[in-house]
C-alpha cells in the first residue's frame, strides 16, 4: 500500500528517509542493530534514487559526527561534573561509554545530514 500524504523535510530528516521520495529507508536495519547499524542502501527501493552521489562523498559527515560527539560529550560531561562533582577518571569513563552509547545515532544521522544538505537531491513528490 502506497503512502500518498507529502512528508515535510523534518518528517523525512527525522525518520532516515530517502531525500528524494521520503517514503523509504536510507538503512537496511534499525540502529539498533549493532552488528549493521551502518548498513545502507546503495539506492531508494522506492524510487531508485542513487545514494551513492560519488567517491568518499560520506566523508564530509564526519564533521557532522564531530559536532555530534562534541554536543553530547560536553552537555554529560558538564552536566554530571557540576551535579554529581565526579572523580576525573570516572568522568572520563562515562563520556567514553556515552560517546560509544550513542555512535549508531552519531553515525546514522551525520550521513543523512550530508545527504539531505550537500548531496543536491531534491524532493519529488510522486
Do not use: W
Request: hydrophobic share 45%; charged share 10%.
Amino acid at each position: 500500500m502506497e503512502n500518498h500524504f507529502k512528508k515535510t523535510f523534518f518528517q523525512g530528516l527525522v525518520g532516515q528517509k530517502c531525500p528524494h521520495c521520503r517514503n523509504a529507508n536510507l538503512f537496511e536495519y534499525s540502529g539498533f542493530n549493532l552488528m549493521n547499524f551502518s548498513t545502507m542502501h546503495k539506492s531508494c527501493t522506492h524510487c531508485g534514487q542513487d545514494f551513492v552521489i560519488e567517491p568518499g562523498f560520506y566523508t564530509g559527515a564526519m564533521y557532522f559526527s564531530y559536532a555530534f560527539n562534541v554536543a553530547i560529550l560536553l552537555v554529560v560531561g558538564l552536566g554530571a561534573n557540576i551535579l554529581f562533582d565526579l572523580h576525573v577518571y570516572t568522568l572520563t569513563a562515562l563520556v567514553i561509554g556515552v560517546s560509544l552509547v550513542t555512535m549508531p545515532f552519531n553515525f546514522r544521522y551525520s550521513r543523512v545530514l550530508m545527504l539531505y544538505f550537500f548531496s543536491g537531491i531534491e524532493y519529488k513528490n510522486k
